[in-house]
T-cell receptor, first 115, second 111 residues
Framework: DAGITQSPRHKVTETGTPVTLRCHQT?????MYWYRQDPGHGLRLIHY???????DKGEVSDGYSVSRSKTEDFLLTLESATSSQTSVYFC??????????????FGPGTRLTVT | QQQVKQSPQSLIVQKGGISIINCAYE??????FPWYQQFPGKGPALLIA?????SEKKEGRFTISFNKSAKQFSLHIMDSQPGDSATYFC??????????FGAGTRLTVKP
């Protein structure tokens, strides 16, 4: 999984509670991404980061926030978890050398269940 | 509205056969088209990718065919093996921050 770890790997939480997922990379890649994977939807981008403290929204950002205080760590926070946020969450990294390299490498995922 | 449409949803192929998965896109600004392979309980892994300036790219048993005018691209797996059984995702990107994925195809290769 390209030097990417995610924690926790599994979590069950109750509706309305805050949840933070962590992504840690050892590749020193500039770009980091959070996706969610749901049946019938493939993967959808939640937020991404293009550097320390530089983040922006993706396709499905409502209800999520992110932070990146160090190159190696990218945190995803659900401020108040809802059942619709039950999903598998993947972190990805990319180095994007120039305009010809868009490869993204994915972590092992975090399965989140909101009851 | 899904910007990348993938078919079929599931596919069963005999060992040694050819697996073909198709994707179609709408936005002509997409300029990078990767395929990912995902095994149960694992993250997607980049398999092969193509740019629209070429019509075909081959890596081992895996080939991408790209038809720019039809806005379609496909993955061909030659000599399919049981170890190829996985879910495959196509994707399209127009920038560093905008990768759109298809819904996935579950491939089963029967021995």
């Amino acid at each position: 999984d390209a030097g990417i770890t995610q924690s926790p790997r599994h979590k069950v939480t109750e509706t309305g509670t805050p949840v933070t997922l962590r992504c840690h990379q050892t590749e020193n890649h500039r770009y980091m991404y959070w996706y969610r994977q749901d049946p019938g939807h493939g993967l959808r981008l939640i937020h991404y980061s293009y550097g320390v403290k530089d983040t922006d929204k993706g396709e499905v950002s409502d209800g999520y926030s992110v932070s990146r205080s160090k190159t190696e760590d990218f945190l995803l926070t659900l401020e108040s978890a809802t059942s619709s946020q039950t999903s598998v969450y993947f972190c990805a990294i990319g180095n994007m050398k120039g305009t010809s390299d868009r490869e993204q490498y994915f972590g092992p995922g975090t399965r989140l269940t909101v009851t | 509205q899904q910007q990348v449409k993938q078919s079929p949803q599931s596919l069963i192929v005999q060992k040694g056969g050819i697996s073909i998965i198709n994707c179609a896109y709408e936005n002509t600004a997409f300029d990078y088209f990767p395929w990912y392979q995902q095994f149960p309980g694992k993250g997607p892994a980049l398999l092969i990718a193509i740019r629209p300036d070429v019509s075909e790219k081959k890596e081992g048993r895996f080939t991408i065919s790209f038809n720019k005018s039809a806005k379609q691209f496909s993955l061909h797996i030659m000599d399919s093996q049981p170890g190829d059984s996985a879910t495959y995702f196509c994707a399209a990107s127009m920038g560093h921050n905008d990768m759109r994925f298809g819904a996935g195809t579950r491939l089963t290769v029967k021995p």
